[in-house]
């Protein structure tokens, strides 16, 4: 059974940073492209980032450029996502993601992807 684990939430103020990741089991990902998405309350869920499968190629949503940074352990089956100058209005669950087709390309739409974690909840204060 394929899951996928998303964990690293937490509360955090301003300016702070944390580190969330996402391991998956029941499959290896090393040649899908995976992705993180977030949902604030109220609102639908959006692209945040995504990495393709060597972890070459990158494409974040403009609002997280230059804050934040995915990358991914081929070996541990786990990808991250390093947060930077945490921002409140990046208050949402975050969610990690993976393409189910092999060799695919960084896209930013969430029907992309087929599998999905549990979310892990961001909370920054001001």
């Known amino acids: 059974q394929v899951q996928l684990v998303d964990s690293g939430g937490g509360l955090v103020q301003a300016g702070g940073s944390l580190r969330l990741s996402c391991a998956a089991s029941?499959?290896?990902?090393?040649?899908?492209?995976m992705g993180w998405f977030r949902q604030a309350p109220g609102k639908e869920r959006e692209f945040v980032a995504a990495?393709?499968?060597?972890?070459?190629?990158?494409y974040y949503a403009d609002s997280v450029k230059g804050r934040f940074t995915i990358s991914r352990d081929n070996t541990k089956n786990t990808v991250y996502l390093q947060m930077n100058s945490l921002k409140p209005e990046d208050t949402a669950v975050y969610y990690c993601?993976?393409?189910?087709?092999?060799?695919?390309?960084?896209?930013?739409?969430?029907?992309?992807?087929?599998?999905w974690g549990q979310g892990t909840q961001v909370t920054v204060s001001s």
């Open positions: 029941g499959r290896t990902f090393s040649n899908h492209v």
């Open positions: 993601a993976a393409d189910g087709n092999r060799y695919g390309v960084v896209r930013n739409r969430i029907s992309e992807y087929d599998y």
């Open positions: 990495i393709g499968w060597s972890g070459g190629s990158t």
